[in-house]
């Protein structure tokens, strides 16, 4: 016997394929009310305006459609675990970025808010898979599709986006339901992580959902 494989190898279509109800999250991330924050919002006006205006608004949409089908929805919220945030991230403690625990600042945009017992992440890091344990909850979802939206498009968005991918997840970005500080840096973000998930509009994500049956 040879040194060659033997076996057939799996052949891929590319990343266009319907997305099962069942088998599909929406994972929203950092919509919270740090990100309307005055500091944040005048320093920052076209993520002002592409958020208010566009990505939650489309946003809204997409939880409605994922709703409707049954399909689970999970938030991650920049959150410390302790009041002085001591469990930061080293990033973060030199980022100055610092959410307390139980912050007011913690809690979902009411426009996009969870319903029921949908999950919400406390996260101190950009990457969700690497401060939380979202693989874990996913796994045990029984998830295989992440379609991703939410603050910052070239931040923690693309973070999620990168290593949910690394981890076999098959990756969707709800491109118009995100945003980032300048409108730029979120078309930049999107060229920039292209190569690691499918990229579309809330309308045509939305279209390639099925129903639960």
């Not at 040879?2 to 999250?25: F, H, I, M």
């Not at 399909?71 to 980022?95: F, P």
């Not at 290593?163 to 999107?190: I, K, N, P, S």
């Amino acid at each position: 016997m040879s040194g060659t494989a033997v076996g057939t190898l799996a052949q891929y279509e590319g990343r266009d394929r319907p997305l099962k109800a069942d088998r599909t999250a929406v994972l929203v991330v950092d919509a919270q009310n740090a990100e309307l924050e005055p500091a944040i919002l005048d320093k920052h006006p076209e993520f002002a305006t592409g958020m208010k205006e566009r990505a939650l608004p489309a946003m809204r949409k997409l939880l409605e459609a994922a709703r409707e089908r049954r399909v689970e929805v999970i938030y991650t919220v920049i959150e410390a675990l302790t009041r002085d945030g001591r469990d930061r991230s080293l990033d973060h403690k030199l980022s100055n970025i610092l959410v307390h625990k139980g912050s007011p600042l913690a809690q979902v945009i009411d426009e996009v808010a969870p319903v029921g017992d949908e999950i919400v992440l406390p996260k101190t890091s950009s990457g969700v898979f690497n401060s939380t344990n979202i693989d874990y909850v996913l796994r045990n979802l029984g998830i295989e599709n992440v379609i991703v939206t939410g603050f910052v498009t070239d931040q923690c968005v693309d973070m999620a986006i990168r290593d949910g991918a690394d981890r076999g997840y098959y990756m969707v970005c709800a491109q118009d339901a995100c945003a980032a500080y300048t409108r730029e840096r979120h078309e930049t973000a999107l060229r920039a992580f292209g190569g690691y998930c499918r990229i579309q509009n809330v309308e045509d994500v939305i279209g390639t959902l099925d129903s639960q049956s």
